[in-house]
């Protein structure tokens, strides 16, 4: 029977929910599937390029925000709908990271980032700082929270004392806030020139 | 003869430096080191210990910021020197986050910023997320650089044509912005009080 990419996808999660991504192997997903590597390497012919394609799936949800928002009430809705797809996938913030790293993901939940920067009237060094900024803290907080789960379901480690939720909400507030100041002291310098 | 931490420690860095994260195993670094399993084990109980301690020891050239800095000069400046300490050797990033998430890693590096936020006179809120917005962005930001790094060396990808300073330091404006930001706020609520 033919498989299709989102067969292909779908299994790639299972292997990450029910395992890790260090067992989300190219043979081991052809087995989890039933067909043979090369039925796999039709649709994927690398695992780089399978990485970057999951890591594009597990963001699919992230959608333009709401057109009647303010810009920075976008900007903060796209950063917490990324996050919660993230953590709705065990590894998931390394799987994206990796995707992003090697240039085979489309990256386009960035786009949503960088459409309200815009919106807000942000220069272009300011807007790639702010989708920097959002896209690290997402990533970085979510990769290390991920390890932290993967020890303690391997009881490597007990239950940990962080509130990462707290500690996410506090970071984008500060760079929220960030961008509203380079927002008005653009604003106050176009205004005086 | 004996093996001292900053043999174990030495030798860790050079597996990175010469190979990858995904090759530093105890096994490996006993048999660089011409050691046995077990006299690597009298230092280390296991791999997760290591990595913090490693982890540590890479960002133990970032020290505390000289004194005459202003407070966000010298969040700057950690910031920076972070960064630099992480880039000189491979995979570091990877090893500092993992290090963080077991909780076995002192964290050093993050009372720096949090003194300088202090003396700011930030919130305790706006100090765990000023440190979380720029330890992320420091972390996540070098992992996507150096795994692509590696995926470059490995021939895996050819030269990729993003400039991560450049990203790193517009991303570090905007949370710098949002710290004087919410330090200001802060100083206004506490007049009008």
């Given at each position: 029977m033919a498989?299709?990419r989102t067969?292909?996808?779908?299994?790639a999660?299972?292997?990450?929910?029910?395992h890790?991504l260090a067992?989300?192997?190219m043979?081991?997903l052809?087995t989890e599937l039933g067909?043979s590597?090369?039925?796999?390497y039709?649709?994927y012919?690398?695992?780089?390029?399978?990485?970057?394609a999951?890591?594009?799936?597990?963001l699919a949800d992230v959608t333009?925000?709401?057109?009647d928002?303010?810009w920075?009430e976008?900007?903060?809705?796209?950063?917490r709908a990324?996050?919660?797809?993230l953590?709705?996938?065990?590894?998931?913030?390394e799987?994206v990271s990796?995707g992003?790293?090697?240039?085979l993901?489309?990256?386009?939940?960035?786009?949503h980032?960088t459409?309200?920067?815009?919106?807000g009237g942000?220069?272009?060094s300011?807007?790639?700082?702010?989708v920097?900024?959002?896209?690290?803290?997402?990533?970085?907080?979510t990769i290390?929270?991920?390890t932290?789960q993967q020890?303690e379901?391997?009881?490597?480690?007990?239950p940990g004392?962080r509130?990462y939720?707290?500690?996410f909400?506090?970071?984008?507030a500060?760079v929220?806030?960030g961008?509203?100041q380079?927002?008005?002291?653009?604003t106050?310098?176009?205004?005086?020139?």
């Amino acid at each position: 029977m033919a498989i299709t990419r989102t067969d292909v996808l779908a299994a790639a999660r299972e292997v990450l929910r029910r395992h890790s991504l260090a067992d989300l192997s190219m043979r081991r997903l052809a087995t989890e599937l039933g067909v043979s590597p090369n039925a796999l390497y039709w649709h994927y012919p690398d695992k780089q390029t399978l990485l970057a394609a999951l890591g594009d799936d597990i963001l699919a949800d992230v959608t333009a925000p709401a057109d009647d928002l303010e810009w920075d009430e976008r900007l903060e809705s796209v950063a917490r709908a990324m996050r919660a797809s993230l953590c709705a996938v065990p590894d998931s913030a390394e799987v994206v990271s990796s995707g992003w790293s090697s240039g085979l993901s489309t990256m386009a939940v960035l786009d949503h980032l960088t459409d309200a920067a815009r919106d807000g009237g942000l220069s272009a060094s300011a807007r790639r700082g702010l989708v920097t900024a959002i896209a690290q803290l997402v990533i970085g907080l979510t990769i290390e929270q991920q390890t932290r789960q993967q020890m303690e379901r391997l009881g490597v480690t007990g239950p940990g004392d962080r509130d990462y939720d707290a500690e996410f909400a506090d970071a984008l507030a500060i760079v929220l806030a960030g961008a509203r100041q380079v927002r008005a002291a653009q604003t106050v310098a176009t205004a005086a020139s």
